[in-house]
C-alpha cells in the first residue's frame, strides 16, 4: 500500500510471504554427482532442498511523472524497495534485498508523440547474508514479470542483478493503429563471493515488434514482438507496453 506525499512521490510498506515447498529438482543426481544450482546454492548456504521460505516486510519509495501510465510518452518512473527477511519460523534465515529500478521517455517528436526513446533499468541486490535459490534476483521476476524478453523466466539468477532494456516505438499508419518498435536489453548477474562480478558477461537479446491500438482512451496496445537471443528465439502476445 502506497499515498502520495507530494506531487508525483509516493511512500508505502508491504508484507511478503514468501514460500516454496514440494521441491523436486529433477536435474539433481548426487549419487552420480550431477548437481544442479539450486542444490548448490541451498547446501552451501544452509537451506533445505525441498521447503523453505522467505518473509519480511519492505519500505518502497516511488517516483512518478509519466504522462500515461500504460502507454508512456514523456516523464520518468523511480522505485526503490528495501526489503528486510527475518529468520523467525522453520526453514528461513534473515536477509535484506535492495531493488532499484527506473524508467525514462524521451518525446523525440512534437508532432507525433508516437516518437519516443524509452529506456529501462533495474537492479535487485543482496545486501545482507542468504537467500534460498528460488528467491535469488533472477531475470524475468520484476514487478511486472517483463523483464528479461527473449529469455525463458528465471534462467539468469545471482546475489545481485541488473537488467537494462531500451526501445523505439515508431508509428506506422496515420490513424495511429498500428505502430512499431525495436528494442535491445541485457542481463548480467554476480555471484555471493563476487567471483563473477556484475558486467563480467552480459547476455544481449534484440527484438522488432507491431503494436495494434485497441482502446483510444487509455492508449492500450496488443503487443506482438518477436525477440532473438543466443542461439534461441522467442515470441510474445500480450497487452499493453512492457514498459
Not at 518473509?55 to 526489503?83: E, H
Not at 521476476?141 to 517483463?146: A, E, I, L, Y
Not at 545481485?160 to 523505439?168: A, F, I, M
Request: charged letters at 15%.
Amino acid at each position: 500500500m502506497s499515498f502520495e506525499v507530494a506531487l508525483d512521490f509516493y511512500i508505502g510498506a508491504c508484507i511478503h510471504l514468501d514460500g516454496y515447498t514440494d521441491i523436486f529438482d529433477k536435474q539433481l543426481d548426487v549419487t552420480n554427482n550431477l548437481l544442479t544450482a539450486h542444490y548448490n546454492n541451498n547446501n552451501n548456504y544452509g537451506f533445505n532442498n525441498y521447503e523453505y521460505y522467505v518473509n519480511g516486510l519492505s519500505l518502497n519509495l516511488v517516483f512518478d511523472s509519466r504522462d500515461n501510465q500504460v502507454n508512456a510518452n514523456n516523464g520518468w518512473y523511480g522505485n526503490v524497495n528495501y526489503r528486510v527477511n527475518t529468520d523467525f519460523g522453520r526453514n528461513q534465515a534473515s536477509s535484506s534485498v535492495l531493488f532499484t529500478e527506473f524508467k525514462y521517455y524521451i518525446p523525440l517528436s512534437q508532432k507525433n508523440l508516437q516518437h519516443v526513446l524509452a529506456f529501462w533499468t533495474y537492479g535487485q541486490f543482496l545486501t545482507h547474508c542468504r537467500l534460498p535459490y528460488l528467491n535469488l534476483p533472477s531475470i524475468g521476476w520484476d514487478k511486472t514479470n517483463r523483464g528479461g524478453r527473449g529469455y525463458t523466466q528465471g534462467l539468469f539468477s545471482g546475489h545481485d542483478l541488473v537488467y537494462r532494456e531500451t526501445e523505439y516505438p515508431f508509428p506506422i499508419t496515420c490513424n495511429q493503429l498500428i505502430s512499431g518498435t525495436v528494442f535491445a536489453n541485457f542481463t548480467t548477474a554476480s555471484d555471493k563471493e563476487r567471483t563473477v562480478k556484475l558486467f563480467n558477461a552480459m547476455q544481449p537479446a534484440f527484438s522488432v515488434g507491431l503494436r495494434i491500438l485497441i482502446d483510444k482512451s487509455t492508449k492500450t496496445n496488443l503487443i506482438v514482438n518477436q525477440a532473438w537471443v543466443k542461439q534461441s528465439k522467442a515470441f510474445y502476445l500480450n497487452a499493453g507496453e512492457t514498459f
